[in-house]
C-alpha cells in the first residue's frame, strides 16, 4: 500500500485503488479522496473475509477464536453463499471469458 501510494505522490501513476479496510487498519484513511458504494462498483468475492487458523489441540488458542466476534455465524454464513455462487459462476461463466468476479453479500 506504501509503495501505491508513494507512486502516486511521486507521479508515477495518476491514481490508484485501494480498499478503505486496509487505510483504516493502517491508520493511513486521509490518502482516501473517496469511497465507492457497492452501487458503483462491487468488491472482490469475500473481500474483507478474514480465515484463521489454528493448531489441533492448542485449546487457549481454539477458545479465543471461537469466542471472538468475528465468528458469528452470520457472517460465515454470508461468506459461505458468497464463495459457493462465485465457484459456479467462476466454473460456468469467467473461466471461458477471462472476466473478473465481483460479489457482495448483506443482511437483509
Known amino acids: 500500500m506504501q509503495s501505491r501510494i ?9 491514481c490508484t485503488l485501494l480498499a478503505i479496510a486496509g487505510l483504516n487498519r493502517m491508520d493511513m ?24 487458523a489454528c493448531r489441533s489441540g492448542d485449546s487457549k488458542m481454539m477458545a479465543g ?14 461468506v459461505h453463499i458468497v ?9 460456468t461463466d469467467v473461466a471461458h471469458t477471462g472476466s473478473d468476479l465481483g460479489a457482495h453479500s448483506a443482511p437483509v
Open 6 to 14: 508513494r507512486k502516486l505522490n511521486e507521479d508515477v501513476v495518476s
Open 29 to 52: 484513511q486521509e490518502h482516501a479522496t473517496q469511497i465507492l458504494d457497492t452501487d458503483v462498483m462491487l468488491p472482490a468475492v469475500s473481500q474483507g473475509a478474514i480465515g484463521i
Open 65 to 78: 477464536c471461537h469466542s471472538a466476534p468475528v465468528h458469528a455465524q452470520q457472517h460465515k454464513i454470508r
Open 83 to 91: 464463495t459457493r455462487y462465485s465457484t459456479h459462476v467462476y466454473l
